[in-house]
């Protein structure tokens, strides 16, 4: 454990001063003492395993995009933190008070700013703020409150035994979803821990923000459209985005999935637009449009149907200005100015530098203090007392030359609660966050939260790490209290929909290429082991010889190896390299394998723990093999059969346990499209041969179609041209051959359902009836043989006229947009383009 | 007081269609005590799908225009009538002194914000020396203002072509030539590093001198200068340092903003579109 040694006058969760167990953790520790010990013995370090295990088959390492990073995600220890239910009332009636607190400088800071001028708050903590978003300030019109309605902060345990406020959280409060996950996982591993507690479950207070979410829908609560805005699955966070979005019944969207159109938000789906009336955003304000904010990303027109009034984004953007660790200093006098009340639940000690007297204070003892960015309260602290001396001068250097721009907090050990250490257990400084939403009339405390054991000093504040140990925040009930129940909201009973609709089309669209992906990986590993085949016999016949020949170009045509590798004799070795180049990392194969495990990553949100192991674990595995040192056919034939039971249990677990629309549709559908293209262009190179040669043309056509067994069960040992090809071509029940394929096409399209695949489907039958035209053709021709290879261009032009259509399915459901730019952005770049006050 | 009419359009051609377009535009002169807004229309080509509009953070007034139909060419043509008659500024010598006003603007929370940093104007010890030099200890701010407005019309050469819109303060530094926004932004940053509050301020400048006059430069398109602030008494002041002007009655003004970003005539984002060409023509002419 890399976990900081507590400080020797740190405050004890669990013990008092006169060294005895606090009445609230006796239970806690009792339940521990239950735990049982049929793991030799070992209770508490079985719970903890398991808790890792749980959280890596189907929780938050499970949700990381790529592959798992051991050691790079959130852990949960086994033991909660419990708070004793008077305490947890104290510390959310001064969190509410907080929060109604940062919520009028909020609407002052964007209204009429009335603060700034009767001098309470200094034009600096406004102006010089980065997080004050000017666009979302209207001079001629007060804001349209509430602009805050989550809110969390962070706290700690000063030695007098009260909680301090480290930072205020204003923007997007992260980390409620997790600790949502801590509770799930750890009462389904542990349950043995929560028998004979009173602990407060957590799920009412979702309920509530829920219903909360629904009320701020511009067009009413009934039937309002909730969507979370994620930046998509390389953001930190995504893991909780993905459990929060699950848990509030939101829509997860990414900014491409969202388009602003007459002053409205909407999803762009498979069914068209679906208006979004509550966006809960998850990206920094500045992100979110790109015409006001500037930037690259974000959805261009959102601050207008923001405006406009059609969407709530929760919180507003620009919330996140009073998060500034300088505006602490101040919040005691507003309270009473503002509310007229204390405040209850008071900051860390915390100081602008740029006040009077404040920088004198903090120089003449540096080591005393956590110094941190005036105004980004997401920016870690610098630690003076733990600074070598060099870096310490030069950082009181640059304080002393600009004050304003700092802050210092006065350095306060947290409190230390016990965390699992082998099968002990030690004390760790704790760090708890807490959340609270807007119910529409106060504010309501989550009654739990994250408690976090801080990796380093520099984690005590800043943003919310990538990785870390959690604790359960347990909440204890009073006997006998009422446990409340969700609000009783009337909700109009859903429409019920089967078809694939809803499904925003970036999810279509990857899942697609997903199914053309894995596909393709099979068709390449087909297409590769039958090259072995032929390579490992030595010398070859003249016929192999041939079907070698039709194999590499095969190989070339897909890309596989490069062009300049010839098959056969002195070659063999060549080709050989070429197929493990292809494999490995970078190669064609590699790079096919590359994407699939994207792919997974950014459709992880619509996959079960279980199927995403399936698609992922395996994958990784082949992976490991391609890249082993040891070379050779025999070490090649074992990485593709890899490869093959991979892509067929991908196929088996998408079969047998994915609804069948939606996603699933898609994933098939990309299957079918990619293994239509490549059985023509298979049977092409397989039929490209002089007339003669036509039997090991064939062979090799129902050998790339795994068609062999079936063809001698029906015909015995007798090859010809018409049977051969009917059963690769045209026979409705061989899963390996090209009609089944185009069958299977249509179907799905016509499932998918919606409307717009009307001129898709007759696209789908002309092929059909093309390709069941063809072994017939060749049966009734004079010489079968001599049409059999004829039938090499059209095949060709088949394989084209598949990646048209292709092409229209996405065009029709993936709505591809261009992409955006900005103007009048530009560089100037010729006197004729100065423009905009470049006189 | 002068009448003027005011014809600014803009012309975007696009290589490929845009599909939807979102743009934001400040083209709409700014109502003042100085400056009356007589009429002014704007039209749009093709017509937009939705507009709004707004006063914005800074008094601005401010509009949005979202096109869904597809379209190869956007054109805004932006036209008004204006009175302007800006008052003479004090006698400069009886205006307090510098360090008198850099101290009342810090406690001013109406015009602090324009004394920070902004994202295209960070802090310069270069611009903030170049002007350090026109303000000598206890000088009368204006006396120190027209200087530094005429040392930046005499040291800077005007050349099109050479900055762009975000060009740091720096480059016009070094080589020494720019645009009426580069050293309108130099002359911000500098202000700004003395802890005086100066305000980028977009608009216009007569197109054609009167008779026997000079051209001024920046004419025949979007023009800015420099709101300075004399302190609570006299207030803001505008200083064009690309004509060595006291602003009077041959500018008038759009909005102002902290530097070009917050007060840009017309920006937008477009799907699609490909390369494309602008065209802007800018009329100032006394009606």
């Known amino acids: 454990m890399n976990a900081p040694l507590p400080h020797p006058s740190a405050p004890d969760e669990m013990v008092d001063g006169h060294g005895h167990v606090r009445p609230h953790w006796r239970r806690v520790l009792a339940a521990f003492s239950d735990l049982p010990q049929d793991y030799a013995g070992r209770g508490i370090g079985e719970a903890v395993r398991r808790l890792d295990r749980a959280f890596e088959d189907e929780g938050v390492v499970s949700l990381l995009p790529g592959a798992a990073r051991p050691g790079r995600a959130w852990r949960c220890d086994p033991v909660p933190l419990p708070l004793p239910a008077r305490e947890f009332a104290a510390l959310a009636e001064g969190l509410a008070q907080r929060a109604r607190l940062l919520e009028r400088l909020l609407l002052d800071f964007y209204g009429p700013q009335s603060l700034l001028a009767e001098g309470l708050v200094p034009p600096a903590l406004v102006f010089a703020n980065p997080a004050f978003l000017r666009p979302c300030r209207a001079a001629d019109r007060p804001p349209a409150g509430p602009l805050l309605t989550t809110y969390a902060a962070d706290l700690l345990r000063a030695a007098d ?548 067994i079936t063809y001698r069960s029906r015909y015995l040992g007798v090859l010809q041209p018409a049977p051969a090809l009917d059963l690769v071509l045209a026979d409705p029940g061989n899963p390996r051959g090209l009609a089944f394929q185009l069958r299977a096409i249509g179907r799905l399209l016509a499932d998918i359902g919606g409307g717009p695949e009307q001129d898709l489907l007759p696209q789908a039958e002309a092929l059909l009836a093309a390709v069941e035209e063809m072994p017939l053709a060749v049966q009734a021709a004079h010489d079968p043989a001599l049409a059999a290879v004829q039938l090499a261009p059209r095949l060709a032009a088949l394989e084209g006229e598949v990646a048209a259509l292709s092409d229209h399915v996405s065009r029709r459901y993936f709505a591809l947009l261009p992409p955006a730019q900005s103007l009048g952005q530009e560089m100037a770049k010729e006197p004729s383009v100065l423009f905009w006050g470049a006189a | 007081m002068t009448l003027w009419r005011i014809r600014h359009a803009t012309t975007y051609r696009y290589a490929e269609p845009v599909d939807m377009a979102s743009h934001m535009l400040h083209l709409s002169p700014r109502p003042l005590p100085h400056q009356r807004v007589r009429w002014e229309k704007m039209a749009c080509a093709p017509e937009p799908a939705r507009v709004s509009s707004s006063v914005d953070h800074f008094g601005n007034r401010v509009t949005w225009l979202f096109l869904d139909r597809p379209h190869a060419r956007f054109e805004v043509v932006a036209e008004a009538e204006i009175e302007v008659a800006f008052p003479a500024p004090p006698p400069a010598d009886q205006t307090p002194p510098w360090e008198q006003v850099a101290a009342e603007a810090a406690r001013d929370a109406a015009v602090a914000e324009f004394t920070f940093p902004s994202p295209l104007l960070p802090e310069h010890a270069g611009a903030r020396d170049y002007a350090a030099q026109s303000f000598t200890p206890g000088r009368p701010v204006l006396a120190a203002l027209l200087e530094l407005n005429g040392r930046i019309r005499r040291d800077f050469t005007f050349r099109a072509g050479v900055t762009g819109i975000a060009t740091p303060v720096g480059q016009v530094l070094a080589q020494r030539m720019g645009v009426c926004q580069d050293f309108t932004h130099l002359m911000l940053c500098g202000l700004r590093g003395l802890g005086l509050p100066a305000r980028y301020v977009s608009g216009y400048i007569r197109t054609l001198p009167p008779p026997g006059g000079v051209v001024h430069l920046g004419a025949d398109q979007s023009h800015a200068w420099v709101g300075a602030w004399l302190g609570a008494q006299a207030g803001w002041v505008d200083l064009d340092p690309t004509n060595d002007l006291v602003v009077r009655d041959e500018h008038v003004v759009l909005g102002w903003g902290r530097d070009f970003q917050d007060i840009s005539p017309l920006r937008g984002i477009i799907l699609g579109g490909g390369r494309h060409s602008l065209n802007v023509a800018v009329d100032l002419i006394p009606a």
């Open chain 1, 161 to 708: 035994g009260g909680w301090r406020v480290l930072a205020d959280r204003t923007s997007r409060a992260a980390g409620i979803g997790h600790a949502q996950e801590n509770r799930r996982i750890l009462a389904r591993v542990v349950p043995g821990l929560f028998r004979g507690q009173q602990v407060r479950p957590l799920r009412p207070f979702f309920d509530r923000w829920q219903d909360a979410l629904q009320r701020l829908s511009p067009r009413g609560p009934g039937n309002a459209a909730l969507a979370l805005l994620t930046p998509g699955v390389h953001h930190p966070l995504w893991f909780e985005h993905v459990l929060l979005a699950g848990e509030l019944s939101c829509a997860l969207v990414e900014p491409g999935d969202l388009t602003a159109r007459n002053g409205a938000l909407f999803l762009k789906t498979l069914r068209g637009l679906q208006p979004v009336d509550v966006l809960l955003r998850r990206m920094d304000g500045r992100q979110l449009d790109p015409l006001e904010f500037g930037g690259h990303g974000g959805v261009p027109g959102l601050m207008d149907a923001a405006r406009n009034g059609a969407v709530r984004i929760v919180n507003a953007p620009g919330c996140g200005m009073v998060e500034a660790p300088a505006l602490a200093a101040l919040l005691p006098e507003l309270c009473r100015r503002l509310l007229g009340e204390a405040l209850l639940l008071p900051s860390v000690e915390t100081h602008w530098l740029a006040s009077p007297g404040t920088l004198e204070m903090v120089l003449r003892a540096p080591g005393e203090w956590l110094l941190r960015p005036a105004f980004d309260g997401g920016a870690p602290a610098q630690h003076p007392a733990l600074m070598p001396e060099a870096a310490r001068e030069a950082l009181l250097r640059r304080l002393a030359e600009r004050p304003q721009d700092w802050a210092a907090t006065r350095d306060m050990p947290p409190s230390v609660a016990p965390c699992a250490d082998g099968e002990r257990l030690s004390p760790r400084p704790v760090i708890l966050r807490l959340f609270l939403a807007q119910d529409g009339a106060e504010w309501q405390a989550m009654p739990g939260g994250l408690a976090r054991v801080p990796g380093g000093p520099g984690e005590l504040t800043g943003r919310l790490p990538q990785d870390g140990l959690a604790k359960d925040v347990w909440v204890l009930a009073e006997e006998g209290a009422e446990i409340l129940g969700p609000a009783a909201l009337p909700r109009q009973p859903l429409p019920i929909r089967r078809a694939a609709g809803e499904l925003p089309s970036r999810v279509a669209d990857n899942m697609f290429w997903l199914g053309r992906h894995v596909e393709r990986l099979e068709g390449a590993a087909r297409l590769m082991r039958a090259a072995l085949a032929r390579l490992e016999r030595d010398p070859l016949l003249p016929r192999e010889f041939a079907e070698l020949a039709a194999l590499s170009a095969a190989l070339r045509h897909a890309g596989l190896v490069p062009a300049e590798e010839t098959p056969g004799g002195a070659a063999s070795a060549a080709l050989q390299a070429a197929l493990w180049r292809s494999l490995r990392e970078g190669g064609a194969v590699g790079r096919q394998m590359a994407e699939i495990a994207r792919l997974v990553g950014a459709v992880r949100d619509r996959l079960t723990g279980d199927i995403h192991t399936l698609f992922t674990l395996p994958l990784r595995a082949v992976q490991v093999q391609a890249a082993a040192q040891h070379r050779g056919a025999q070490g090649l034939e074992e990485a593709l059969a890899g490869v093959l039971r991979y892509c067929a249990g991908v196929a088996g677990a998408a079969a047998e346990n994915m609804v069948r629309a939606g996603g699933h549709a898609f994933l098939d559908l990309g299957r079918r499209v990619e293994r239509a293209q490549s059985i023509a262009a298979q049977l092409r190179f397989a039929l490209d041969q002089p007339a003669s040669r036509v039997e090991g043309g064939l062979r090799l056509a129902l050998e790339l179609c795994d068609s062999v």
